[in-house]
Nanobody, 119 residues
Framework: QVQLVESGGGLVQAGDSLRLSCAAS????????PAWFRQAPGKEREFVAG????????NYADSVKGRFTISRDNAKNTVYLQMNSLKPEDTAVYSC????????????WGQGTQVTVSS
């Protein structure tokens, strides 16, 4: 059974940092392309960041470029999202997802972790 389990969310103040983790099990994680998404109340889910299987290629939403960094540790079957200079508009439920290639749909999703940034 495939599972993606996020952790690391919480309540912080504007300007603070958080690191989210997503631990994968039940799949050959190193063969997958993971990504982070977020969904704020009343808004559609949006892409935040993605990373290649090797970690050598990353991409980000314009709204987080220069502040967020996605990384992965295939030995630990884990993908991370380092979030710096957090803003109130970053408040959302953050979820990780994984797909077999950049052309495929996301097959697996985690349950999400809440990030709340106060002003």
């Amino acid at each position: 059974q495939v599972q993606l389990v996020e952790s690391g969310g919480g309540l912080v103040q504007a300007g603070d940092s958080l690191r989210l983790s997503c631990a994968a099990s039940g799949l050959t994680f190193s063969s997958y392309f993971p990504a982070w998404f977020r969904q704020a109340p009343g808004k559609e889910r949006e892409f935040v960041a993605g990373i290649s299987w090797s970690g050598g290629s990353t991409n980000y939403a314009d709204s987080v470029k220069g502040r967020f960094t996605i990384s992965r540790d295939n030995a630990k079957n884990t993908v991370y999202l380092q979030m710096n200079s957090l803003k109130p508009e970053d408040t959302a439920v953050y979820s990780c997802a994984a797909r077999r290639s950049v052309f495929a749909k996301f097959d697996y999703w985690g349950q999400g972790t809440q990030v709340t940034v106060s002003s």
